[in-house]
């Protein structure tokens, strides 16, 4: 073997590694950078979101929360629009009814439901209050 095919082979070799490696990382930034909608955008969009994986945020209706075990089912609602969130996982200690949430999953148009991987609770205002007050 001469040293001019090995080096056509390493070189070779190296794109193909090199290749690969941007294509493993451009989909996981892919499934990193999701749109982030609230709950009037997201029921705007509804057929283009359809099947789809979301980030949305909205409000914790009172009284809608319904949990079994490590199974949630819940409305988020934000200016007039709701839709039913069902979850499965560990739930933030602050989710409670009223709060600010951002949930990410799957968006079901013809039963406005969102299949969520993920649950956030956004910092309650009371706390902001209390680290303002800390402050003088």
Do not use: Q, W
């Amino acid at each position: 073997m001469t040293r001019r095919s090995r080096n056509i082979k390493l070189l070779l070799v190296s794109v193909s590694f090199v290749l690969l490696l941007a294509y493993v990382v451009g989909a996981g930034l892919k499934k990193t950078f999701v749109y982030y909608y609230t709950v009037d955008e997201l029921k705007a969009n509804a057929s283009k979101v359809d099947g789809k994986y979301v980030k949305v945020s909205g409000e914790v209706v009172a009284g809608s929360v319904n949990r079994t075990g490590n199974h949630l089912a819940f409305i988020i609602s934000e200016n007039g629009d709701s839709i039913n969130v069902v979850y499965t996982g560990p739930v933030p200690d602050a989710f409670t009814d009223g709060i600010s949430v951002v949930v990410e999953g799957t968006y079901y148009k013809n039963n406005n439901l969102l299949k969520a991987k993920n649950l956030l609770t956004k910092c309650p205002s009371k706390y902001e209050s209390e680290l303002d007050s800390t402050k003088t």
